[in-house]
């Protein structure tokens, strides 16, 4: 069975994952979060935000996070202030 990458909203930081508790994971790992955070914390990202033009520190545009979900080919960091 082939997983499909979801995208998981903490806050401001967006992940590409397979499930909200390895979504969890991975910004534990990647944010040196704490226990603190907890599963209800993740949520998916909404379509509105999947489908907003993402902007680069710079201004320039960055695509969309759909466009940058449907590219990821594994577990990734796709927004946030990190």
Same mark, same amino acid.
């Not at 599963?39 to 990202?45: A, Q």
């Given at each position: 069975?082939? @997983? #499909? /990458?979801?995208?998981? @909203? &903490? %806050?401001?930081?967006?992940?590409? *994952?397979?499930?909200?508790?390895?979504? /969890?994971?991975?910004? =534990? =790992?990647?944010? %040196? &979060? $704490?226990?603190?955070?907890?599963?209800?914390?993740? #949520?998916? $990202?909404?379509?509105? /935000?999947?489908? $907003? #033009?993402?902007l680069e520190e710079d201004g320039t545009p960055a695509g969309t996070l759909r466009a940058h979900l449907a590219a990821a080919t594994e577990p990734c960091y796709l *927004? %946030?202030?990190?």
């Amino acid at each position: 069975m082939v @997983q #499909e /990458l979801k995208a998981y @909203q &903490l %806050g401001d930081d967006i992940v590409a *994952h397979y499930t909200p508790e390895k979504a /969890l994971d991975f910004l =534990r =790992r990647f944010c %040196g &979060l $704490t226990d603190e955070v907890s599963i209800e914390d993740i #949520e998916l $990202t909404s379509d509105v /935000l999947l489908d $907003t #033009e993402m902007l680069e520190e710079d201004g320039t545009p960055a695509g969309t996070l759909r466009a940058h979900l449907a590219a990821a080919t594994e577990p990734c960091y796709l *927004h %946030g202030p990190e």
